[in-house]
């Protein structure tokens, strides 16, 4: 599909080890494609709109561990979407991909939290709950909250 194209064209077939991106931004879509390293896993990163997304610690491991055959680099898919009524937050989806076949990297069972922030010039609205939602989606295509929350800042 298209995924699988955009990662072909842009890091140069499965078996290239180079670190690459491919970012495409529109009105309504930012998508970036980006190739890391697993062993030296970056911390934090931005994305478009002043989202920054932290990973906890050995994160890089993780998802060396989960990939089959275990890698050395992960494809991370990531789609802004600004938001648009009634949303109130820009949309963010991530995901992680096998460079060699492309399949989805599964994430189970982490011991400390993954962190999406978003800029202090677009506060949260109150309560928590009735405005902002966060999910994963499922390996049945579902989406899901479960082992998710928001921190309340305030």
Same mark, same amino acid.
């Given at each position: 599909?298209?995924?699988?194209?955009?990662?072909?064209?842009?890091?140069?077939?499965?078996?290239?080890?180079?670190?690459?991106?491919?970012?495409?931004?529109?009105?309504?879509?930012?998508?970036?494609?980006?190739?890391?390293?697993? *062993?030296?896993?970056?911390?934090?990163?931005?994305?478009?709109?002043?989202?920054?997304?932290?990973?906890?610690?050995?994160?890089? *491991?993780?998802?060396?561990?989960?990939?089959?055959?275990?890698?050395?680099?992960?494809?991370?898919?990531?789609?802004?979407?600004?938001?648009?009524?009634?949303?109130?937050?820009?949309?963010?989806?991530?995901?992680?991909?096998?460079?060699?076949?492309?399949?989805?990297?599964?994430?189970?069972?982490? *011991?400390?939290?993954?962190?999406?922030?978003?800029?202090?010039?677009?506060?949260?609205?109150?309560?928590?709950?009735?405005?902002?939602?966060?999910?994963?989606?499922?390996?049945?295509?579902?989406?899901?909250?479960?082992?998710?929350?928001?921190?309340?800042? *305030?």
């Amino acid at each position: 599909g298209l995924l699988a194209s955009i990662q072909a064209a842009s890091m140069g077939g499965p078996n290239n080890r180079t670190f690459h991106s491919l970012t495409y931004r529109s009105a309504r879509l930012h998508l970036e494609v980006r190739r890391l390293p697993t *062993a030296d896993f970056p911390m934090a990163l931005s994305l478009a709109g002043g989202v920054i997304v932290r990973f906890p610690p050995a994160f890089g *491991a993780l998802l060396a561990a989960a990939a089959a055959p275990p890698g050395r680099t992960v494809d991370l898919v990531a789609m802004v979407l600004p938001a648009m009524a009634p949303m109130v937050t820009d949309l963010v989806s991530l995901s992680f991909r096998d460079p060699a076949t492309g399949a989805e990297v599964p994430i189970a069972d982490l *011991a400390s939290p993954m962190e999406i922030a978003w800029p202090a010039d677009r506060p949260l609205k109150s309560p928590l709950a009735m405005w902002h939602r966060c999910a994963f989606m499922t390996p049945s295509a579902a989406w899901s909250p479960e082992g998710t929350w928001l921190a309340d800042l *305030a």
